[in-house]
């Protein structure tokens, strides 16, 4: 990357390699280890600077390279999200009902999804 903003570039995506580790949400797994039937998904990065001057990296998957029913269940495409006023109410609930939080983690909680298909990201840790 040629840039001046190069190293606020590398913090955020080494910013979200970390979030992802801390929630071991993938492993490396070396090429000659996947089995040869595998079909591994690659992936890219999308890197945005925001409004407020932070630099923020995710990384995505490269999800049309899947096949409708052959690498994942069309029945489970979709995201769990929420709005603003929701999770006031369930934060709220939580101090009167001393609830136990176990994850509250906004700029990662796309990261904690529960996904049925066998997940090879090897990909992801070969960019780092």
């Known amino acids: 990357m040629k840039t001046a903003d ?8 080494k ?8 929630m071991n949400l993938w492993k490396a797994i070396p090429k000659d280890e996947v089995p040869k039937e ?8 999308a890197m945005k600077k925001k409004a407020n001057g932070r630099f ?13 029913g052959e ?8 995201s769990p999200a929420t709005n603003e006023a929701t999770t006031c109410v369930v934060l709220v609930l939580s101090v009167i009902f ?8 906004v700029k990662g909680a796309y990261l904690c999804g529960n996904f049925q298909e066998e997940a090879n990201l090897h990909e992801v840790a070969r960019r780092f």
């Open 6 to 13: 190069k190293p606020r570039w590398d913090l955020a995506v």
């Open 15 to 22: 910013e979200e390699h970390e979030r992802m580790v801390s």
């Open 98 to 105: 001393c609830w136990k939080k176990l994850l509250n983690d």
């Open 38 to 45: 595998a079909k591994v998904i690659t992936t890219t990065w």
């Open 71 to 78: 690498n994942y269940n069309p029945d489970n495409i979709s």
């Open 56 to 68: 923020r990296a995710r990384v995505n998957a490269r999800g049309f390279m899947q096949v409708d």
